[in-house]
């Protein structure tokens, strides 16, 4: 069997942040709901790799800048590799910093922000391949994440 | 339904290479064809991450040493994050450094090893939570890897 599989065995060599042989994507295809964003896919998504039962994607948020606010049935596994970030988990706006490992449950509204002035945030993030699409939250949502201060705060929408 | 779920959400802190949280625990049960690994599951394992379809495991290499060399159905996705490593895939041999991302397909051949004389080898590896059990070389599959220098040179059994 070994000789059917074995050529699709492959190194991504990352320069800058950036893997060569990786396509660059649009963060999303649309919206105003997030700041700065890119993406590529490292594994999972390119043609060839359907024996993995996920994806790991790697994402890039200038300074400022944040992802979109959005729970989903999926659960996220985050690790940060560049910069320092901000998350709101629900009710809360918790620090991570290089290598840290953020376990997101289903259900958890969430948001990543860029905080260093001068250093993207960079994270990998890793995902089911089968998975539901994000909800963005309503007015009601809104209003119950903040009544934490600190989340109102650090909120984008 | 964020209720049930959203408090399941948890950062696990890293510091010197190590999480906080979550238990060390030995590369194998038993072996002598692997030497100076230590692993973490980050995510996937716990309690509670059974939202998961996957597991991510941090794994350390002390200079000089190695994983086992094995296959099996299940793919593998590595990403480097401490050191350097040389890299045994079927017939090849190749080097990866930092951040670099390895494919590892169903089927192939394939052994870490940790080059740096200072430092460790440490990389995270993404598996399938179901998956299948590794396989090791027998006489004939070892003699046709070792039909390439570069490989018979690095190989540990």
């Known amino acids: 069997m070994s000789e059917d599989h074995a050529d699709r065995s492959r190194i991504l060599r990352e320069r800058d942040y950036r893997w060569e042989g990786a396509e660059d994507a649009a963060y999303k295809a649309e919206g105003t709901h997030f700041s700065g ?3 590529q896919t490292l594994a999972g998504g390119p043609a060839g790799q359907e024996a993995l039962g996920f994806e790991t994607r790697y994402f890039q948020v200038e300074p400022g800048g944040y992802t979109s606010l959005e729970r989903h049935q999926h659960a996220h596994v985050v690790i940060i590799v560049r910069g320092h970030a901000e998350v709101i988990l629900d009710q809360r706006v918790a ?5 840290d490992c953020l376990y997101i ?4 509204w969430h948001q990543l922000h860029a905080v260093d002035a001068d250093e993207p945030l960079g994270f990998l993030c890793s995902v089911d391949r089968d998975r539901d ?3 963005r939250p309503d007015a009601d949502a809104l209003t119950r994440l903040c009544a934490d201060p600190a ?3 650090r909120i984008r929408t």
């Open 151 to 153: 989340v109102a705060r």
């Open 133 to 135: 699409r994000p909800e």
């Open 37 to 39: 964003v890119r993406r």
């Open 95 to 99: 620090s991570a910093r290089p290598l």
């Open 105 to 108: 449950a289903p259900w958890t």
